[in-house]
């Protein structure tokens, strides 16, 4: 493979070199016309040729490499594609399947708050009941005790407004010869105890 490679890279030069060598005899026989005619185009097709034939054999082997690699490349991506579009599909039903049972979910959920929420309305009703005859109970002792020192403030009253009235009574109704009498027992009393 290497000899046909030189091979190729020699007859490549050399052809290179005669069109390096013989552009102005040949720029001048196509302005002259002095026999080289239709040779001359077909020695510039056969250059053609030969310069394409030697790019493709030099350039055949990594070209290859590079199409193979990318059509290695490709399919990778293709299978990839295909992965990912399976991957999708499978969590697109996923996510119907799950769109389907949600709304029995909501269902469930919007239930279960409700049975909650009658739960602690029950229990804020319960606590607010205890509370309200933890209040009452507080009252009636408030009651009681106010009542009772009303009562006693009452008797306190009466028994002072009916000694002032005994003593009004009796200093209205006790004359001063009465009080003499009375002091004269009293002092009498004294005098027979000692």
């Given at each position: 493979m290497?000899?046909?490679?030189?091979?190729?890279?020699?007859?490549?030069?050399?052809?290179g070199?005669?069109?390096?060598?013989?552009?102005?005899?040949?720029?001048?026989?196509?302005?002259?016309?002095?026999?080289?005619?239709?040779?001359?185009?077909?020695?510039?097709?056969?250059?053609?040729?030969?310069?394409?034939?030697?790019?493709?054999?030099?350039?055949?082997?990594?070209?290859?490499?590079?199409?193979?690699?990318?059509?290695?490349?490709?399919?990778?991506?293709?299978?990839?594609?295909?992965?990912?579009?399976?991957e999708?599909?499978?969590?697109?039903?996923?996510?119907?399947t799950?769109?389907?049972?949600?709304?029995?979910?909501?269902?469930?959920?919007?239930?279960?708050?409700?049975?909650?929420?009658?739960?602690?309305?029950?229990?804020?009703?319960?606590?607010?009941?205890?509370?309200?005859?933890?209040?009452?109970?507080?009252?009636?002792?408030?009651?009681?005790?106010?009542t009772?020192?009303?009562?006693?403030?009452?008797?306190?009253?009466?028994?002072?407004?009916?000694?002032?009235?005994?003593?009004?009574?009796?200093?209205?109704?006790?004359?001063?010869?009465?009080?003499?009498?009375?002091f004269?027992?009293?002092?009498?009393?004294?005098?027979?105890?000692g």
């Amino acid at each position: 493979m290497k000899l046909r490679t030189g091979r190729l890279l020699r007859i490549f030069l050399l052809n290179g070199a005669v069109c390096l060598a013989l552009p102005a005899a040949l720029r001048a026989a196509e302005t002259t016309g002095e026999g080289w005619g239709s040779w001359l185009d077909i020695g510039k097709a056969a250059n053609l040729v030969l310069v394409v034939a030697v790019l493709i054999w030099v350039a055949r082997k990594p070209l290859a490499e590079f199409f193979t690699g990318r059509s290695r490349a490709i399919a990778d991506q293709l299978a990839e594609a295909q992965k990912a579009r399976l991957e999708a599909e499978t969590r697109l039903a996923e996510i119907g399947t799950r769109m389907s049972s949600l709304e029995t979910e909501l269902l469930g959920i919007r239930a279960a708050a409700e049975q909650e929420a009658k739960a602690e309305y029950q229990r804020l009703t319960a606590d607010a009941e205890r509370e309200a005859q933890k209040i009452v109970e507080r009252a009636g002792r408030d009651i009681e005790g106010v009542t009772r020192t009303a009562q006693l403030e009452l008797k306190a009253y009466v028994s002072d407004l009916s000694v002032e009235m005994a003593r009004q009574k009796v200093r209205s109704e006790v004359t001063d010869d009465d009080r003499r009498r009375l002091f004269a027992r009293f002092v009498a009393g004294l005098g027979g105890k000692g």
